[in-house]
C-alpha cells in the first residue's frame, strides 16, 4: 500500500503560481503510474496530468497543456505539479494518485489508480 500526501495548496490571485508536492512513502513496488487530479465539489473527478515512475513524456489534460508542469524526485519520493497563470476556474481539491498498469502508458484516468492522497485545496480568486 502506497501512502500520499500532499501539500502546496492555497489562496492565491488570477495569474498567479503553485506548486504542489505529493510525497509517497509504503509499498511502491507495483506503482507504474503517479498522476494529478482535481475536483470541484459536486462535480466528477477529473485528470490533469500523469508520468510514469520510469521516466518518459508526461500526459496532459488538453484543458491544461501549457500551463501545467508534472515532475518528480526519485530520490525524495516525490511528485510535483506546478502550476502558472493560474485562473479563477482552476480552484478545485487537487489529488496526487499512484497505480497504472504495466506496458500501458501512463494516462490521468481515475480508474487506472487504486492509492490516493487526502488532497490539497487551490483557490484562485479574481
Known amino acids: 500500500q502506497v501512502q500520499l500526501v500532499e501539500s502546496g495548496g492555497g489562496s492565491v490571485q488570477a495569474g498567479g503560481s503553485l506548486r504542489l508536492s505529493c510525497r509517497a512513502s509504503?509499498?511502491?513496488?507495483?506503482?507504474?503510474?503517479m498522476g494529478w487530479f482535481r475536483q470541484v465539489l459536486g462535480k466528477e473527478r477529473e485528470g490533469v496530468a500523469a508520468?510514469?515512475?520510469?521516466?518518459?513524456?508526461?500526459y496532459y489534460a488538453d484543458s491544461v497543456k501549457g500551463r501545467f508542469t508534472i515532475s518528480q524526485d526519485n530520490a525524495k519520493n516525490t511528485l510535483y505539479l506546478q502550476i502558472n497563470s493560474l485562473k479563477p476556474e482552476n480552484t478545485a481539491m487537487y489529488y496526487c494518485?499512484?497505480?497504472?498498469?504495466?506496458?500501458?502508458?501512463?494516462?490521468?484516468?481515475?480508474?487506472?489508480?487504486?492509492?490516493w492522497g487526502q488532497g490539497t485545496q487551490v483557490t484562485v480568486s479574481s
Open positions: 494518485a499512484a497505480g497504472g498498469r504495466p506496458f500501458v502508458r501512463c494516462r490521468s484516468i481515475v480508474h487506472e489508480y487504486n492509492n
Open positions: 509504503g509499498y511502491t513496488f507495483n506503482t507504474y503510474c
Open positions: 508520468i510514469s515512475t520510469g521516466g518518459g513524456s508526461p
